[in-house]
């Protein structure tokens, strides 16, 4: 029987999805999310569900935004398959993976595809093995060394005491917000280790015994037994940005419940309960819609 010649849809969506949140998303937020869909890629990759070129670059992809050696690894592998069955974005991610892999080993990366923030809120490309030539990195559709190295000096400098980005800025209702984490973020590039909640850290009152809360910078999350993100919380700053609106008015109009952030159809979709006239909960999570309201809801002040 001959393999299937369509991509699979729903590597395809958990790809798309990744990528789009990139792009609106910053910070832990989106991290955490990240490896709810890396753990349903893998989930997929083991039901031998990869049969196209596009199917091996989206499942690495969501392996290279992850927070093991082992993702990044199985990232590089399944990059050079793609590359090998004729998709030529896949050879930079074969290499970026395998920088990245390096990297997390306090080892010189191979092509220089990695860039870590330096001691003055800047970027600086990570140690390189200086035996990879230029010839090599071309091979590997990555720039030269020089070019990398010019690339990462030209980015924002950010002082370490500098505000945090928002991580949203968009409509809630029929308003325009701004939603900021409230406690300063991690240094580019690091990963923070989970850790177990602290004394009169917040829970949704609602939360299934069979999930295990965590830390996660300035996040919250649970995870099921076998230690997949399910649910994220975060309570964070608002203020409105459209000057048509009061912060009194978009209060009004969250109190009727939570808003949602995303569509239906998402793998990880939010919501948004408020906690005040200046603090909301950012709630997301893999689970259908209306356990995450009944989860958000249950949190202190909503």
């Known amino acids: 029987m001959s393999e299937p010649t369509t991509d699979n849809p729903l590597l395809r969506a958990l790809y798309e999805e990744d990528q789009e949140e990139c792009r609106q998303w910053h910070g832990a937020e989106v991290f955490l999310a990240s490896q709810a869909r890396r753990a349903r890629a893998e989930a997929l990759i083991a039901l031998d569900v990869l049969h196209t070129a596009a199917d091996y670059w989206h499942a690495a992809l969501l392996l290279q935004h ?142 299934p015994p069979d999930l295990t809360p965590w830390r996660f910078a300035e996040l919250f999350c649970a995870k099921d037994v076998v230690g997949t993100v399910i649910v994220t919380w975060h309570l964070c700053a608002w203020r409105v940005i459209d000057p048509a609106d009061s912060p009194a008015a978009v209060l009004a109009h969250l109190a009727g419940g939570p808003v949602w952030l995303s569509t239906a159809a998402a793998y990880w979709t939010r919501l948004i309960c408020p906690a005040g006239p200046t603090t909301a909960w950012l709630v997301g999570g893999a689970v259908p819609s209306a356990t995450l309201a009944t989860w958000a809801e249950s949190l202190p002040g909503t």
């Open 66 to 207: 992850g927070e093991v050696s082992a993702h990044w690894w199985q990232a590089h592998t399944l990059a050079l398959r793609a590359a090998e069955l004729g998709y030529p974005q896949a050879r930079w991610l074969a290499a970026a993976a395998l920088d990245r892999w390096l990297l997390r080993q306090d080892r010189p990366q191979k092509y220089g595809t990695q860039s870590v923030g330096d001691d003055h809120g800047g970027v600086r490309v990570w140690d390189v093995d200086p035996a990879t030539s230029d010839a090599e990195r071309a091979a590997w559709d990555v720039l030269p060394l020089a070019a990398l190295h010019a690339q990462a000096a030209v980015h924002p400098h950010r002082p370490p005491d500098a505000a945090p980005t928002p991580i949203l800025r968009g409509p809630v209702g029929n308003v325009f917000v701004e939603v900021s984490d409230l406690h300063p973020v991690p240094p580019r590039g690091d990963i923070p280790p989970y850790e177990l909640p602290h004394s009169g850290d917040p829970c949704p009152a609602l939360l």
